[in-house]
């Protein structure tokens, strides 16, 4: 039963859907704009594109001002877990990503080169179990540990990698409205 792995409060649990909400709620803004756009003005355009990053598998809208300014919501996720037994002692853990961001990029030159400034939105976590088998002894240092088989030892580890968000800032080369791989 694994409901008693991962815990996460009610109280992490709003504070990333009000966060989730509010990222959905500018995307579809920023999706019904293009209809709004002025066409004599030079406005790249909206572009949807797919990401594989340390941050998980993402998809992200962009959305072009013009040829300087243009926004992006990204969303971001990964999961694994994996089981496995070592030494009379059974393993299980399970690694949790999610995150949305909002980045403005602005391109001083017009072209590729972007400054870029935002938010970006974590929910990230571990959680581990290890339980011996039957009446092994373990050392630890100094101390020695042996479990039974109605009793065995048992390891529980739920880490919250974060859970908050953080500002960006970056540089770098790049434009969602060039053709080809940017």
Avoid at 16 to 30: S, W
Avoid at 168 to 178: A, D, K, M, T
Wanted: glycine letters at 10%; charged letters at 20%.
């Amino acid at each position: 039963d694994k409901s008693n792995v991962f815990h996460v409060d009610e109280v992490g649990k709003r504070t990333f859907m009000k966060k989730l909400t509010i990222a959905i709620a500018l995307g579809g803004v920023l999706s019904i704009m293009p209809c709004m756009a002025d066409d004599s003005a030079s406005a790249p355009g909206v572009a949807i594109s797919a990401k594989a990053s340390t941050l998980g598998l993402g998809a992200e809208r962009d959305y072009g001002f013009n040829d300087y300014w243009n926004v992006r919501l990204q969303l971001n996720s990964f999961s694994y877990d994996d089981d496995f037994e070592e030494d009379g002692i059974d393993y299980s853990g399970e690694l949790d990503l999610s995150s949305v961001g909002l980045l403005a990029d602005f391109r001083p030159f017009a072209g590729s080169f972007k400054l870029t400034a935002g938010l970006y939105s974590n929910k990230n976590a571990i959680s581990a179990n290890a339980i011996s088998r039957a009446d092994k002894t373990f050392e630890i240092g100094n101390s020695r540990f042996a479990g039974s088989v109605n009793d065995p030892l048992r390891l529980n580890a739920d880490i919250e990698l974060g859970n908050s968000s953080a500002g960006y800032l970056g540089l770098g080369f790049g434009n969602s409205y060039e053709s080809g791989f940017t």
